[in-house]
Structures are given as C-alpha cells and as structure tokens.
Antibody
Framework: QVQLKETGPGLVQPTQTLSITCTVS????????MQWVRQTPGKGLEWMGF???????EYNSEFKSRLSISRDTSKNQVFLKMNSLKTEDTGVYYC???????????????WGQGASVTVSS | DTVLTQSPALAVSPGERVTISCRAS??????MHWYQQKPGQQPKLLIY???NLESGVPARFSGSGSGTDFTLTIDPVEADDTATYFC????????FGGGTKLELK
C-alpha cells in the first residue's frame, strides 16, 4: 500500500538549515509529483513546493530564496532543505503525493505523518 | 495568492446535517478539495474537484460549489467526524483555508 514517512531533526537552531527526508513506498517517484506542505501555529497549512515526476521543481515564492527540494529515485526518497530558519518556521512538515484525478485535477491524495520541527536556541 | 476563508468552528449533534463553507478570493473553477484532519494526524482527502468523493470515504460526505463558493456537507454526522476540515484550491498555486473545527454536542 501507499506509504510516506518523514524523518527530521526535531530541533533546529535559528539561522541553521533544516533537512527532512520523505521515504515512500507503494508507488514510484517517477510517476507522481511530490509536494511539501507545512503547518505552523501562525499561518496554518502552507504549500512550500513540489518536485515533478520528471525531477524539475516549483517553489512557493515565500520560500523560494531559501528552499530546495530534491530526490533520490533509487532510494524512493524526497528531500527538503530550508536554510536561514527562524522561530516562525516551527511546525509540522508534511510530504504528500499528488495524484492526477479524472484527467483534470491535481490532488494531494496521500500524506505522511509529518515531521515536527522546533526552531529554538 | 488565492485566499480561502472558512468559519472557524461549528458544533452539531450526532445524526444532524452540517455544512462547512469555504469562500475563495477569486474564481478557482472546480479546483477545490476538502480534507479532514484529526488531532495529531495528517490531513486525509475527502472530496476532490469540488464534488467528487475520494475512494473509501463514506457517502455521508459530499461537496458542492464552483467559482468562489464551496460547501462540504456531512449527513448524518457521527461522533468519529470530530475533526478540523480544510479546503484547498489547486486552480492557482495551492492554498489552504484556515480550517473549520467541528465539535459534537
């Protein structure tokens, strides 16, 4: 069955870099777009960016200058890296698979359990 | 960005019908989807394309709307439906509503 699991550091110091890995099973990264979404106390659910099945990326302009999404298809892993962390970046970071429905809709149809991140010194 | 506005909270009794609304700041056609999130869990897809039930989701859930106004209906509500419900549009860069917390009386 389809499974996604995020692993991350838990605690990150301000100004440092956040790295989270999303490991997937039950489907191929070369067949689906993969999204990153975060949930923070201040802004709720926010789309961060995605990597296409072909490997190209798109980012939310709010994060574009400090966010990088990449993948290793041989390991079924997608990576999020975000630098210059601030306390407001504290929250839960989710990876989600984007399915293509009815030949028309792109929908986040499967989500990982989330990686909780606290930015604090 | 397309801003999605939801009412913050609702309280209903089991067996009743509840409608949860989502208003978009600009037209998103039918590119609206609904998710359920229980405490400590990830969002779960319920409805896609404004009115299409995701596989495995009970038929008690339904969605409607197009353009800027959308609703999620649960009829009848069960105790297990206690959760926060989010709308999300995919017509433009994805954005989410602030969520509606559904509580049962």
């Amino acid at each position: 069955q389809v499974q996604l699991k995020e692993t991350g550091p838990g605690l990150v110091q301000p100004t440092q870099t956040l790295s989270i890995t999303c490991t997937v099973s039950g489907f191929s990264l070369t067949s689906y777009y993969m999204q990153w979404v975060r949930q923070t106390p201040g802004k709720g659910l926010e789309w961060m960016g995605f990597i296409r099945s072909g490997g190209s990326t798109e980012y939310n302009s709010e994060f574009k200058s400090r966010l990088s999404i990449s993948r290793d298809t041989s390991k079924n892993q997608v990576f999020l890296k975000m630098n210059s962390l601030k306390t407001e970046d504290t929250g839960v970071y989710y990876c989600a698979r984007e399915g293509y429905y009815d030949g028309y809709y792109y929908v986040m149809d499967a989500w990982g359990q989330g990686a909780s991140v606290t930015v604090s010194s | 960005d397309t801003v999605l506005t939801q009412s913050p909270a609702l309280a209903v009794s089991p067996g009743e019908r509840v409608t949860i609304s989502c208003r978009a700041s600009e037209s998103v056609s039918t590119g609206m989807h609904w998710y359920q999130q229980k405490p400590g869990q990830q969002p779960k897809l319920l409805i896609y394309g404004a009115s299409n039930l995701e596989s495995g989701v009970p038929a008690r859930f339904s969605g409607s709307g197009s353009g800027t106004d959308f609703t999620l209906t649960i009829d009848p509500v069960e105790a297990d439906d206690t959760a926060t419900y989010f709308c999300q549009q995919s017509w433009n860069d994805p954005t989410f509503g602030g969520g509606t917390k559904l509580e049962l009386k």
